[in-house]
């Protein structure tokens, strides 16, 4: 498939859900019992679906060039990123490795690392280089005190890592033959940071504020003056690729290509938003302008963190420019920090007095519920790795 062909079939499906007041549906109502918000589920989770799985880091352009560096924090984890001067991407834990302090912060330039603390300097591929007095370490082994490595794979313009050594990375396995493909179509590995990523503190678990990015059946009623009046709610399509999922919400456009026969069709993508799920923390979401990506992370049972980047497409004109730098900040503080992150943080003490038994996805909330069936999953597996690690 083309990209052309990918962006006319979403763009019949949603004019049709439009025409007929549908939107896509899964087979069943969802009820979870509200425990999945329990400090000790947390806690499994940090381990099962954080510690223990490839997790999407950045996308490529946050290392837009040969000898480029950039710290990720998650969790807890200082990472620290680089492209070498032959374009490589290594990840290395983002610590000195002579009194564990912390090497460097934020993004840039460099041909090598150094220490502020007593300038032991690491190359790119965290390889030790210069120590001052060098002779303080006689016997000690040079080439085992580079930076501790961390598992790393970059394609599609996504950059996928772990937080903690383990397995290789296959990122065409992480994400499947077919996701690979569309984020190909997309092409924006070139895309580069605007401005530095911002911090969300939210007043909810870390599920509950990613299920406010995954269903738009509340567009009507909570963003009734903000999204309603330019994207129509309650009108999604669901596609499942694996673990990871796509969604497409129709702007209030659209309606403009019913006027016309297909083959006419231009610019097709304007008309609608990508917004992708790649397990188990991100959002994607992609205009013909900029890609937003959204990292949500857990800090205890009731709160979470959200890390949100915006990338802008290469040869952008200026009006397209300042659309896409007016839009992200409006998205961020008014839409989605001033009523998404509003709303999560007001589940508190709905799930945690144990008055409500169980909280309800609805057959037209396909996305959330594909999210949590992929958490029970992966939760099964790792208990059953664990059980029977300890009967080995």
């Avoid at 946050?62 to 680089?82: F, H, K, N, Q, S």
């Avoid at 144990?354 to 208990?383: I, K, S």
């Amino acid at each position: 498939m083309d990209r052309e062909a990918l962006e006319h079939g979403i763009a019949r499906r949603l004019l049709d859900h439009i025409e007929h007041r549908t939107t896509d549906m899964a087979d069943d109502v969802l009820e979870l019992p509200v425990d999945v918000y329990s400090a000790e589920r947390q806690a499994e989770e940090t381990e099962a679906l954080f510690l223990d799985q490839p997790l999407v880091l950045c996308l490529s352009g946050a290392l837009p060039g040969p000898e480029t560096y950039r710290t990720v924090d998650i969790l807890g984890t200082p990472v620290l990123l680089t492209r070498d001067g032959d374009g490589q991407v290594h990840a290395m834990f983002n610590a000195c490795r002579h009194r564990g302090v912390r090497l460097v912060d934020g993004a840039g330039e460099a041909i090598r690392l150094t220490c502020p603390f007593h300038a032991w300097t690491y190359g790119l591929d965290g390889k030790l280089g210069r120590m001052p007095v060098p002779e303080g370490f006689a016997g000690m082994r040079k080439e085992d005190k580079g930076l501790v490595r961390l598992e790393v794979a970059e394609g599609y313009g996504l950059i996928v890592g772990r937080l903690r050594p383990g397995p290789p990375i296959d990122i065409d396995e992480y994400l499947g033959p077919e996701l690979a493909g569309e984020l190909s179509l997309l092409d924006f590995a070139s895309w580069e940071p605007h401005g530095e990523p911002h911090t969300h503190r939210v007043a909810a678990n870390w599920k509950v504020t990613l299920d406010t990015f995954r269903e738009n059946y509340h567009f009507n009623y909570l963003h009734k003056t903000t999204l309603a009046s330019y994207a129509f709610g309650g009108v999604l399509t669901f596609d499942a690729f694996g673990r990871h999922l796509r969604n497409a919400s129709a702007l209030r456009s659209i309606v403009e290509l019913k006027e016309r026969p297909e083959g006419e069709w231009a610019d097709v993508n304007q008309h609608f938003s990508y917004q992708y799920a790649l397990f188990p923390n991100v959002s994607l979401t992609f205009d013909a302008r900029h890609v937003e990506l959204w990292q949500i992370l857990p800090v205890d049972e009731s709160t979470s963190e959200v890390v949100h980047t915006v990338y802008l497409r290469p040869g952008l004109s200026d009006e397209e420019r300042s659309k896409a730098v007016d839009m992200a900040p409006w998205i961020c503080e008014t839409v989605v920090d001033g009523e998404d992150f509003w709303v999560a943080g007001r589940t508190e003490p709905g799930v945690r007095l144990g008055l409500l038994d169980t909280v309800v996805f609805g057959r037209n909330e396909p996305a959330p519920q594909h999210l949590h069936r992929g958490f029970e999953d992966v939760l099964a597996e790792y208990r059953a790795r664990r059980a029977a690690e300890a009967s080995a």
